[in-house]
């Protein structure tokens, strides 16, 4: 099992450009979740999702938007991607019944120019 | 003020040496408390979760929650280079909608040295 991966591992951007970050699972779970990580600030949620077809904000959800068509995948898009959205983006999925425990994926180094 | 605080580090001790690892935070809605280990370039990944104040052990890690003080604290006996990463608390309270959600600290860089 590959657990969860992220596509691509690394981008740079430059401001205004659009792109899409990838994550899949293969672990069967229900609910999926985008954080961004950067220094000192811990790992903040950007949306999350509690099965196919559905999706929610989280706490830091302007900039983004998200997409889950297949419970395996879960895309997260940039329209307008600003310096600001310099960041690692990790991806994670959870079973509804033990939420508590996230399986990350290992992250997309994303920089804006 | 964030909702959880956590010294960012870095800590560095020798190998063998006991690490104390801590967090405060501010709500007390919070029900499970988890210890998440991130290493270099990867994702993090669960180390240990509780829900009630007192100890938990698993192996060489104990961790501790004192919900009366809203601290809790990660303790590694006989430390070794391979626990070398970067370590993150989290606690959970209920988002809307009735699910779960995680509130991270910053993290705190562990360097244990031979």
């Known amino acids: 099992n590959a657990g969860v991966t992220q596509t691509p591992k690394f981008r740079v951007l430059k401001t205004g450009q659009s792109m899409t970050l990838l994550c899949a699972q293969d672990m069967n779970h229900e609910y999926m979740y985008w954080y961004r990580q950067d220094p000192g600030m811990g790992l903040r949620l950007i949306h999350y999702?509690?099965?196919?077809?559905?999706?929610a904000k989280g706490e830091v959800p302007d900039g983004y938007n998200v997409s889950r068509l297949k419970k395996q995948n879960f895309l997260l898009g940039l329209e307008s991607a600003a310096p600001s959205q310099t960041s690692v983006y990790f991806c994670?999925?959870?079973?509804?019944?033990?939420?508590?425990?996230?399986?990350f994926g290992p992250g997309t180094r994303l920089t804006v120019l | 003020q964030k909702e959880v605080e956590q010294d960012p580090g870095p800590l560095s001790v020798p190998e063998g040496a006991i690490v104390s690892l801590n967090c405060t935070y501010s709500?007390?809605?919070?029900?499970?408390f988890m210890w998440y280990r991130q290493y270099s370039r990867k994702g993090p990944e669960l180390l240990m979760y509780t829900y009630s104040s007192g100890n938990k052990e698993d192996g060489r890690f104990t961790a501790q929650v004192d919900k009366s003080s809203k601290y809790i604290s990660l303790f590694i006996r006989d430390s070794q280079p391979s626990d070398s990463a970067t370590y993150l608390c989290a606690m959970t309270r209920v988002f809307s909608g009735g699910y779960n959600k995680l509130i991270f600290g910053a993290g705190t860089r562990l360097a244990v040295h031979p």
């Open positions: 994670a999925s959870a079973r509804p019944q033990t939420d508590n425990e996230q399986f």
């Open positions: 999702s509690v099965g196919e077809g559905t999706t």
């Open positions: 709500n007390s809605a919070f029900q499970y």
